[in-house]
């Protein structure tokens, strides 16, 4: 069966609704590359959700254009995490284990076995659905930098929503 | 998260995108991308399935060191456990809005969590 048209789908629903499109930012340039300088079994790795994911105690997101993030310590007990995102739609799993959009518990059980280096002191998440491609680059994306720079991380592991 | 990638990656940090739409991680074109043909809100794997769930992150972590190509997607060859149903619900383009008030107020998972957080707050 093929994949899921996304985009299409989800345009035509905002349309039959009234709403304004989610407006997709389409890259036109290929990708920046840096490569990896050591063996990924050496590697500091950190990650980053856009699931809308936090701690219990934390403050939750809000659903119009929050671009703030949450550091959550990566030996965080699985069952303290927690999920606030415009689409709540697609949370009912993840609400019931976190792992299913935030990866934690594999990530610790890969740095356990020395297939990664080590997993960063903190990990991170956002609510992914903020409409202003402004916002992303001059909010949200330099913020995420500073925040993986600070972990000292060599790689980093990202998971959409 | 697309965005995100470039902007890391043009600055030091290399990246990887474990994500779960074929078509919004082609648009977005991220330097390294793993996809899996998965609900969205599965990019870790299915409910209760930590034998997956680690294979996964196991899978994709490997393409960190495969990958040399800029903007390349690998297709994971995985299948979701309950076969393809899914996919029929998630292609309705129906009229249900399925989305939350897009407000600033912060909105809990749990009323418990509102309770901490804003005792945190208040110390």
């Not at chain 1, 610790?108 to 609510?127: P, Y």
């Not at chain 2, 809100?41 to 990958?67: N, W």
Request: hydrophobic share 40%.
């Amino acid at each position: 069966m093929s994949t899921v048209e996304y985009m299409r789908t989800i345009r035509e629903k905002y349309n039959k609704l009234g709403y304004a499109p989610y407006g997709w930012h389409k890259a036109e340039e290929a990708p920046p590359w840096t490569a990896l300088t050591r063996s990924l079994s050496e590697c500091r790795v950190g990650m980053m959700s856009t699931a809308g994911t936090y701690v219990a105690g934390q403050e939750a997101y809000f659903y119009k254009d929050d671009t703030s993030h949450r550091a959550i310590a990566s030996n965080t007990a699985i069952d303290d995490l927690r999920f606030s995102h415009l689409t709540e739609n697609y949370l009912p799993d993840a609400r019931q284990d976190a792992n299913c959009a935030f990866p934690l518990e594999p990530l610790r059980k890969l740095a356990d076995e020395g297939v990664i280096g080590g997993l960063a002191d903190n990990v991170f998440s956002c609510m992914g659905a903020v409409y202003s491609k402004r916002r992303v680059d001059e909010e949200l994306a330099p913020q995420m930098y500073d925040a993986f720079a600070a972990e000292g991380v060599d790689v980093a592991y990202l998971v959409p929503l | 998260m697309c965005l995100i990638a470039r902007y890391l990656e043009q600055r030091g940090i290399p990246t990887l995108v474990v994500g779960t739409a074929l078509d919004i991680l082609e648009y977005g074109w991220a330097p390294r991308a793993v996809f899996m043909d998965f609900p969205l809100g599965h990019g870790g794997g299915p409910l209760h399935d930590p034998a997956m769930q680690l294979a996964i992150a196991r899978e994709a972590c490997a393409a960190f060191e495969t990958l040399s190509e800029p903007g390349r997607i690998i297709s994971s060859a995985r299948t979701w456990p309950d076969g393809d149903a899914w996919k029929q619900g998630a292609s309705d383009d129906g009229a249900d809005d399925v989305r939350q008030p897009r407000d600033l107020t912060p909105r809990y998972q749990l009323e418990a969590d509102r309770q901490l957080a804003e005792a945190a707050a208040g110390d």
